[in-house]
């Protein structure tokens, strides 16, 4: 057997173990994926020696990769420095078109943030991470700079400690102990029982709320979407300005309606 660099959502190289004989495994495929996950990590252009220390390939088959990228489109080169290109759009934007729980939460969304005049937003897990694959904004709300394909740490908001409630506690655990926790504000729960204590209570109480742990000023509110085997698929929230709403009126305001929209799902899915 043998291991292959990818980055995880911080950008470090984490091992995927791939089968010699797996013969249907195409590594040119993984690595260019893995530079194109790469550009977001770092969050614009970078040269060839900074894409193979994230991805953790060598210089040679990074260049290859941007090669074929730049060929077909995918990203530009400019000097020394590699970026993607407006054409790797597409690839998110398959996901939103191609998906159906995104296509069936986003007029759900739209009528919730109408309703509510607050943020609302459908996200999934993907790895440590809690993903946005629908969102509605109201002129009112607070758009805290997030959009579709906008990935926060699932330890540390509303979305993710709801979908981690869908796993089995000793695998979140596992989980939740080989990530870093920084504490991205004053609020933030950084600590592991305190984080499994809040995903507890989410799986029992039927919601999460999290009060300024990602953003100061900013308060959000999920519940879970189960499909037919009552398994966790995704979380739905509202986000508010701790100015419009305290936590007890978010629970007395939003929590229904949450639950409202939330139970237009079972029927569409």
């Known amino acids: 057997m043998r291991t292959n660099a990818l980055p995880d959502s911080e950008g470090?190289?984490?091992?995927?173990?791939?089968?010699?004989?797996?013969?249907?495994?195409?590594?040119?495929?993984?690595?260019?994926?893995?530079?194109?996950?790469?550009?977001?990590?770092?969050?614009?252009?970078?040269?060839?020696?900074?894409?193979?220390?994230?991805?953790?390939?060598?210089?040679?088959?990074?260049?290859?990769?941007?090669?074929t990228l730049c060929r077909l489109g995918y990203a530009q080169q400019v000097g020394r420095e590699f970026r993607l290109a407006p054409r790797a759009l597409r690839l998110g934007q398959a996901f939103v078109v191609s998906d159906s729980l995104a296509r069936i939460a986003q007029p759900i969304l739209e009528t919730t943030a109408e309703r509510t005049k607050e943020s609302a937003s459908m996200a999934v897990l993907d790895s440590q991470d809690s993903v946005f694959i629908a969102r509605a904004t109201h002129r009112r709300s607070l758009s805290a700079g997030l959009g579709v394909g906008a990935r926060l740490p699932a330890y540390a908001c509303a979305t993710g400690r709801v979908l981690l409630s869908g796993l089995p506690r000793e695998q979140v655990?596992?989980?939740?102990?080989?990530?870093?926790?920084?504490?991205?504000?004053?609020?933030?729960?950084?600590?592991?029982?305190?984080?499994?204590?809040?995903i507890d209570r989410a799986g029992r109480d039927g919601y999460a709320l999290c009060d300024q742990e990602l953003e100061m000023g900013l308060r959000s509110l999920a519940v879970p979407i189960r499909n037919s085997a009552g398994q966790v698929i995704a979380a739905m929230s509202l986000s508010v300005s701790t100015q419009r709403l305290d936590v007890q009126g978010i629970l007395d305001t939003l929590l229904p309606e949450l639950e409202r929209a939330r139970q237009k799902f079972p029927a569409l899915l």
Do not use: C, W
């Open 12 to 67: 470090n190289p984490v091992t995927s173990p791939v089968e010699d004989q797996d013969r249907d495994y195409v590594m040119a495929l993984e690595k260019g994926l893995a530079i194109i996950e790469a550009f977001g990590q770092i969050r614009g252009g970078a040269n060839l020696t900074r894409l193979a220390e994230v991805t953790g390939h060598t210089k040679a088959s990074v260049r290859r990769s941007l090669h």
């Open 173 to 198: 655990k596992f989980m939740l102990g080989r990530m870093a926790r920084p504490e991205i504000t004053t609020h933030t729960l950084t600590s592991l029982p305190a984080i499994l204590k809040q």
